[in-house]
């Protein structure tokens, strides 16, 4: 079975610290996302990144950053926390066929 | 730029009874489509994808969609519902050509009565 896993389940953070979300994938997919689902607005894609230390913006790349060091691994930063982005942030990478495997998911508070 | 609406918010449907989800896209090309669930507390399921040839695709748990290009539509149905169908449903449209990256609509939360 594919593994996708998120360093957090729940995490709370002040306003202006430096936030990052870890995201492992056990299968040697090269495709890997980050998304952030809010109540009525679905998923929004923030970064995703195809392969080793390259990075592509999603529709929503603003506040935030990504690093892929490693093609098992994506991060995602948040340089200085606001209280806008408190949300479920979720993870996930493809595979060929392009079926997205999705983590539990990050759920941020900012305060 | 590629969008997904989808029109319905929220559904209550009969325990039994048929379920039809719609979902518009807009896209320049032709599309890679894909329908995903979310139970409550779960991680997001990919139900069905369509990615080319016939228009009807079958997916897991007795789902269906239809892809029609004239109506820029990919609508979900099953023909009876159970009551574990209740969830959230997700449409989606590949962002980009090769169809990783995907752009979600809001979302259609299901509800079943009995």
């Known amino acids: 079975d594919v593994k996708v896993t998120q360093s957090s389940r729940y995490l709370v953070k002040r306003t202006g610290e430096k936030v990052f979300l870890e995201c492992v994938q056990d299968?040697?997919?090269?495709?890997m996302f980050w998304y952030r689902q809010d109540p009525g607005l679905g998923l929004r894609l923030i970064y995703f990144?195809?392969?080793?230390?390259?990075?592509e913006k999603g529709d929503i790349p603003e506040g935030y950053s990504v690093s892929r060091e490693k093609k098992e691994r994506f991060s995602l930063i948040l340089e200085s926390a606001s209280t806008n982005q408190t949300s479920m942030y979720l993870c996930a990478s493809s595979d060929r066929g392009r079926k997205q495997y999705f983590g539990p998911g990050t759920r941020l508070t900012v305060t | 730029a590629q969008s997904v609406t989808q029109p319905d918010i929220h559904i209550t449907v009969s325990e039994g009874a048929s379920l039809e989800l719609r979902c518009n896209y807009s896209y320049g090309a032709t599309p890679y489509l894909f329908w995903y669930v979310q139970s409550p507390g779960q991680g997001l399921q990919l139900l069905l994808k369509?990615?080319?040839?016939?228009?009807l695709v079958q997916g897991i748990k007795g789902f269906e969609a239809e892809f029609k290009r004239s109506q820029s539509s990919f609508n979900l149905r099953k023909p009876s519902v159970h009551w574990s169908d209740a969830a959230e449903y997700f449409c989606a449209v590949g962002l980009n050509q090769a169809g990783t990256a995907l752009i979600f609509g809001k979302g259609t939360t299901l509800s079943v009565s009995s």
């Open positions: 299968m040697d997919h090269e495709n």
């Open positions: 990144s195809y392969d080793v230390k390259m990075k």
């Open positions: 369509y990615f080319s040839g016939d228009t």
